[in-house]
């Protein structure tokens, strides 16, 4: 099982990034997928995650600002940020359930953004 993350970077204050992650391997009936994120020093939160059935939920933080989707057909979920603050700098982790109650997670994938 493996998890890709792309389409982090570096991006100006109020500027836009999408994230992708693509899943591969044997995931069996994939149920809620989200993304984290770890800031240096902090530790590890739920930014966003959206449920089989496409229910999403947010962080506090970045409601109205990100919004997250996934096409169930391709394995694969997205996070668009948008109005992006020098507080959302961290690394973000893709992360996926199973109905078995199994969990994977991406390697992560760099945002900076630069005040």
């Known amino acids: 099982v493996q998890l890709v993350e792309s389409g982090g970077g570096l991006v100006q204050a109020g500027g836009s990034l999408r994230l992708s992650c693509v899943a591969s391997?044997?995931?069996?009936?994939?149920?809620?997928m989200g993304w984290y994120r770890q800031a240096p020093g902090n530790q590890r939160e739920l930014v966003a995650s959206?449920?089989?059935?496409?229910?999403?939920t947010y962080a506090d933080s970045v409601e109205g600002r990100f919004t997250i989707s996934r096409d169930n057909d391709k394995d694969t979920v997205y996070l668009q940020m948008n109005s992006l603050k020098s507080e959302d700098t961290a690394v973000y982790y893709c992360n996926l359930d199973n109905v078995y109650g199994q969990t994977y997670w991406g390697q992560g994938t760099q945002v900076t953004v630069s005040s």
């Open positions: 391997g044997s995931i069996f009936m994939i149920n809620t």
């Open positions: 959206i449920s089989a059935r496409g229910r999403a």
